[in-house]
């Protein structure tokens, strides 16, 4: 399992006035668990998304038998979406063993990347494997993404490791990590970044 590519996670907003701005967009999005009910909007997702997308039968194992995965998803607030607009936006999640958490999946819908709902999704993932007891995050991402290399150093990951021809087509992966998630120095930045991409992203 990897970290997306395309959709991955995308860089920080400039401008603060709303990530969300569209030609149509939601009222508000929130951020809420990932069921079997959205499986059908994941496969469409994942096949936008990614050169060699997980099968149905992958999610639905995550999901149903997986005890050390947790997803989540980015989705209008209900009552505010526009017929023309998807009801999933964005997923992702992670695995935990013990201590660590590994980010294996962010996907964001092709229209809505670049305003910052990767990076909150991400940052969302990262807050709830804290509360489980995460104290480090690692994933992998192509050496080719450069989008979501320039947001893992934003977020303060450093690269710890290579892997070659690691992807189905054989591109390398860097191997990232975020040490020290339990500790106030590190999360403080990245919960007042989360929690002013929440209020932006939850505004009637």
């Known amino acids: ?46 096949a936008v998304s990614f050169p060699s997308p997980w099968s149905l039968a992958t999610y639905h194992s995550e ?28 997923q992702g999640g992670f695995m935990r063993f013990g201590a660590e958490m590994h980010i294996v999946t962010i996907a964001v819908q092709p229209d809505w990347r670049g305003r910052s709902i990767g990076e909150w999704l991400l940052l969302a993932l990262l ?9 480090t995050a690692t994933l992998e991402v192509r050496v080719s993404n450069q989008v979501a290399l320039r947001l893992y150093r934003k977020l303060s990951f450093a690269e710890v490791g290579y892997r070659r021809r690691y ?4 591109e390398d992966a860097r191997i990232l990590e975020l040490a020290d998630l339990h500790t106030q ?20």
Not at 167 to 170: A, T
Not at 185 to 204: C, D, I, N, T, Y
């Open 63 to 90: 999901l149903t038998r997986n005890r050390r995965s947790r997803y989540l998803k980015v989705s209008p607030v209900p009552g505010t979406n526009p017929p023309a607009l998807p009801a999933l936006i964005a």
């Open 127 to 135: 807050a709830l494997g804290r509360e489980e007891g995460a104290r």
């Open 185 to 204: 120095h590190v999360w403080s930045p990245l919960r007042e970044r989360f929690e002013r991409l929440s209020s932006l992203m939850r505004r009637a």
């Open 167 to 170: 992807y189905p087509d054989r």
């Open 1 to 46: 399992m990897s970290i997306t590519e395309e959709g991955a996670a995308l860089p920080g907003y400039e401008g603060e006035t709303d990530p969300r701005d569209a030609v149509q967009r939601p009222r508000a999005l929130e951020i809420g668990p990932l069921t079997l009910a959205d499986l059908a909007a994941v496969m469409a997702l994942e």
